[in-house]
Nanobody, 122 residues
Framework: QVQLVESGGGLVQPGGSLRLSCAAS????????MRWYRQAPGKQREELVA????????NYADSVKGRFTISRDNAKNTVYLQMNSLKPDDTAVYRC???????????????WGQGTQVTVSS
């Protein structure tokens, strides 16, 4: 069974850093783009950034540009989000998304992780 599992969330003080991970597991033939999103209470889901299989990334959302960095380890089927200079406004549930080609179906399919809570507070 293919799944995405995020980790690395938690409580951090303003100005601190966290590194989120999202690992894809199961019988996967290929992975295309991997993305990070977040959703704060009462707000719409926000796409933060994506990384394609070659490692190139799309533009970062203005809200995180210069503070967050996406990276990818294709050997581990894992995408990371390094978050620096965190602000209270960064408090949200962070979820990853990946476009996967499962061996069982050989059809490109979007998968979502369960989300990890990030709380920035003093």
């Amino acid at each position: 069974q293919v799944q995405l599992v995020e980790s690395g969330g938690g409580l951090v003080q303003p100005g601190g850093s966290l590194r989120l991970s999202c690992a894809a597991s199961g019988r996967i033939f290929s992975i295309n783009a991997m993305r990070w999103y977040r959703q704060a209470p009462g707000k719409q889901r926000e796409e933060l950034v994506a990384v394609i299989s070659s490692g190139g990334s799309t533009n970062y959302a203005d809200s995180v540009k210069g503070r967050f960095t996406i990276s990818r380890d294709n050997a581990k089927n894992t995408v990371y989000l390094q978050m620096n200079s965190l602000k209270p406004d960064d408090t949200a549930v962070y979820r990853c998304n990946a476009e996967l080609l499962p061996r069982a179906t050989m059809k490109w399919t979007d998968y979502w992780g369960q989300g990890t809570q990030v709380t920035v507070s003093s």
